[in-house]
Structures are given as structure tokens and as C-alpha cells.
């Protein structure tokens, strides 16, 4: 894992630079603003941008970003399954599905010029810590072959960060949150706030240019 990444969950305070990131990469897939797993995803990019930043600002829209430094330089989304429903293969998927999980991990995506250094497995690693914070409970991911997505995007199968991630399934793979072997005390104990960040419990709010939130990838 790349050494100095911190991770900041996505919010009102990291919109700016998440929107770095994604006009730095064409929008990603030419507009898609990490709308396409959202119910109200559009061909549009100007319609999907500000339908993703009114998501981020309402908390509808969660990932965990990967910063190197002051920059964004990927991220992992997640959440429940109504926030992420459109998943692929979804009638498949449902023929055998018995219970919906708690959480879903969506697209993993590493910017230009920063892939093959760690930053999939820091953002995977990085989202079942901020699930855990918000509550924890069954997470799946859906594996593809690394040779089926394209460039900037990961395939689950290779950023297992946990014990418990299954990697016989094919159809989808699970793990559960909040039972990371880190010990309680490289844990950051944090609450959320109204608008969806996190900041250390006991701190003051930091004034702007700082980062409530960031963690340090251990």
C-alpha cells in the first residue's frame, strides 16, 4: 500500500477536490461523475455533475477518497443498496439473492498517473472503515476480471482487505465491516456530523483549508 495516503470521506468539504479529480479524467467515461451506479444516472455530464454534487450535499452519495497529499487521487463508492442499485448483471444477481446486504461496494477508481501504486486497495480498504463507522453490517462487492474494465477502474478480487473477503464467489463477494483485524487502538475514534463528515470526537470544528476528516492509511 502506498505510503502517505490518507483517506477523507466524500462530502460537501471534499467535493472540490473529487471534481479535480474527475475533470482531470474526462469526466470519467466521458460524463459519468460516478453517477452510473445511482438510480438517477443520465448521458448528460452537466446534469450528472449536478445531480452528484446535490447527492453529496443531501448525504445520498458516499466514497471513501484516497489523497495524496492535498490531492485526490481516487476513491471507492459504496452504499446501501437503494443508493447503488444499478449494479451489473442485476437480474442474474437477484435470482438468487435471499437477502439484500447492508452495503455495496460500486465502482473503485484510480486517476491517471497514479494507478499501480496502491491506491485501489488504500480506497476499498479505506470504505469498509467508513462504513464501520456508520454502523457496519454485510458489505458485497462484484468481482469482474481486471482484463474487463477499463483503464482507471479495479476489479474487486485483487483489493481484498479482510480475512473475510470471499473470493470464491462469482457472482458477488462479501465481507463484513467493523471486523477489521486492525486493533481498537490504530482505530481513529470519530463521529459524524450533520452534514456527513467526521471529525475526531472532543475537537473543535477546524477552520476551513484543514481536514476534519482524513485518516492515515496504517
Known sequence: MGSGYTIEALDTSSWDAFARLVEANNGVFGGCWCMGFHPDDSRE???NRERKVARVRAGRAHAALVFDGDDCVGWCQFGAPDEVPKIKNRTAYEKSLVTLPDWRIACNFVGKGHRRQGVATAALAGALDLIALLGGGKVEGYPEAAGSVPA????MAPCRPT????SSATA??????GSSPRSSSQRRRRSRDAQG?????GQPRPTSGQHPHRVPIL
Open 172 to 177: 458477488r463477494s462479501e465481507s463484513t465491516a
Open 45 to 47: 455530464p452537466a446534469l
Open 163 to 166: 480475512s473475510g473477503w470471499d
Open 152 to 155: 482507471g477502474f479495479s476489479s
Open 197 to 201: 463528515s467526521f471529525q475526531k470526537i
